[in-house]
């Protein structure tokens, strides 16, 4: 007999054929959106659960799912899953590492440059009917061109943004625990967070959630910050105090941010849509289709070497 698998969104068809030969398989192909109750109830006898970042897997959850064995996350991030919850019942878990680290540096610049621009307010302002003549102190912007970048977070992403930076003549700055192993190719200095904060004209986000990393960027470094500078956050949210940063964007300072990832999303905070100098997206980062097929596609290659009881492929805290 197939173990049960369930899969609580909406998936690429061909993650589903790819699945089928190895589980019995309910999904959620309508992309319905469940209650906390009904997935609880659909979980109840399943051997496997296939989530995203939307789905908190927690004691509860494992309590209504006495058979489950393995929790398969598409997503990189795994802030959703009590890890030692999962533990201490013998269920492993796997994300989606690598396999959108371009798709989301793209993000990175795509909203680096819209912020420091301000493409999001002008184009706004347009479409209302306000662009009557030319002048030349219209919207202006931050330079991007051999500006200072900053990148908390030196992993694979943070690399990727500074191999883009690169391209831009910019001087690159970054703040890790460690010095990242890549510094001299990429032309990198390693410096504090305070130094990045003060120094950087343009900061991007390119840290893990966790509880070290909670309101990492707070009032107190937003304070920091350059007045003109940008502040990018890619990473999670949670990462940066969104109350704060939004006080601190009405008083200027910093001059502009681009945020893809939010705290409590998607019900961010309201007096972030307030604010014309925020360019806002909703979590796209890995959003092409080829990184999203892929992000889907190694989930089910965790679920399958599960059911043919081969190692995970890219199980989260190396079990």
């Known amino acids: 007999m197939k173990p049960r698998l369930l899969i609580t969104r909406q998936v690429f068809d061909e993650v589903i054929e790819h699945l089928t030969p190895h589980f019995e398989i309910q999904s959620n192909q309508a992309d319905e959106e469940w209650s906390r109750a009904e997935l609880l109830a659909r979980v109840a006898d399943k051997d496997a659960l296939f989530v995203v970042t939307s789905d908190r897997v927690d004691a509860e959850l494992l309590a209504a799912a006495p058979r489950l064995r393995i929790v398969a996350t598409g997503s990189v991030g795994f802030n959703h899953i009590d890890l030692a919850a999962c533990a201490a019942r013998g269920i492993v878990v796997s994300n989606t590492p690598d396999v959108l680290n371009e798709a989301t540096a793209d993000m990175a610049w795509a909203l680096l440059m819209a912020a420091a621009r301000r493409v999001c307010e002008s184009e706004h302002w347009l479409r209302a009917g306000q662009w009557k003549r030319w002048a030349f102190d219209q919207f202006l912007g931050a330079d991007v061109w051999r500006s200072t970048i900053g990148i908390i977070g030196m992993g694979r992403i943070g690399s990727a943004v500074a191999r883009r930076a690169r391209g831009f003549d910019m001087r690159i700055l970054y703040c890790n625990r460690s010095a990242a192993p890549n510094e001299a190719e990429l032309g990198a200095q390693r410096v504090s967070l305070d130094e990045l904060l003060a120094q950087a004209d343009h900061v991007v ?25 940008t502040l990018i956050n890619i990473a999670r949210g949670g990462v940066v105090d969104d109350a704060a940063l939004a006080q601190a964007l009405r008083a200027g300072r910093p001059a502009a941010a681009g945020l893809d990832v939010f705290e409590n999303e998607p019900a961010l905070n309201p ?27 190694l989930a089910a290659e965790n679920l399958v070497a599960f059911a043919q009881g081969r190692p995970l492929p890219t199980p989260v805290g190396g079990r």
């Open 205 to 229: 986000l390119v840290v893990p959630y966790s509880p070290a990393t909670h309101h990492l960027i707070g009032a107190e470094q937003l304070a920091r910050m350059k007045p003109t500078a």
């Open 271 to 297: 007096a972030l849509l307030e604010l014309p100098n925020v360019a806002l997206t909703p979590h796209i980062g890995s959003a092409t289709r080829s990184s999203r097929v892929c992000m889907a596609m």
